[in-house]
């Protein structure tokens, strides 16, 4: 009786062995073979088909034609990206200080938007490498400032600079000109407008803005400086944890680098105003 008993002892000390060592191999099978549901953004756009793209209207990053159509170079990456992944996109339309919250909130997959890489913003999103370097510049309302003698005399308390709000360029304003009255406005148009219509001195954003305002109102807007006032590179922005996403956005920037689509887009949207006869639209 007790030779079975300790048969029966020996029996149940070996299973209970077995499941403690093949519990965590299972654990580990399980991490290596993710499920749909911890798959990541890029597979689950692939499920889908569809890429949602989160843009902001800069011209000629994103705008619309009067038919309401998206045009932009941002908009013909975003078209070149999902064609690439083989899914549709999608495009929702943010003001400037929205689009994170959106990627954030996972309103969205990806913002394709001219996003400029800062460590402040990779605190909260994941960035590729680099596929557009710009610039920021500065467009002058030349009634206002026709008596100035260099870009020292806009740092002043009676000068007005504007900028978009949450930009990378209202950071150099409110650096660079740290007397003047800094005027932010949600939207590109609306600071344009503002120079355009004398209501301030001077508007700091990206190129080519600056220079195509100078090339539309050549009797109003002036472009005072000869060299940027400070060059940036913007990347594809995505949520933490995304490692699989970004890997596939790197290997897409140094392909189309590589076959020049970007470089010719980039030309196309950025040295030349070919753009504005297939877009009946002036920015």
Known sequence: MNKHLRSFQILLLSCGLC???????????????????NAGTLLGVIEKGTLRVGV??????ALKTKEGQLIGFEIDVAKRLAEDLRVQPEFHVFDWDKIVPALLNREIDIIVAGITITPQRALKVNFSQPYATSGIGLAT????TKTFAGP??????EVTITAVTGTVSEDLARRMFPKATIKTFATSHEAMQAVTTGKVHGYIEHEPIPTFMALDHPSIVDEP?????????SGFAVNKGDSDFINF??????SHEA???LPSSSKYWFESLEWRKNSKETP
Do not use: G, H, Y
């Open 56 to 61: 902001s209207l800069f011209t000629p990053w």
């Open 19 to 37: 499941l403690f060592i093949a519990q965590p191999l299972v654990a580990l099978a399980a991490a290596e073979s993710p499920s749909k549901s």
């Open 225 to 233: 400086l000869s060299e940027p006032l400070l060059t940036t590179k």
């Open 152 to 157: 020292n005399d806009l740092n002043r308390p």
């Open 141 to 144: 309302n030349t009634a206002l």
């Open 249 to 254: 956005l790197n290997a897409w920037v140094i």
């Open 259 to 261: 076959d020049v689509w």
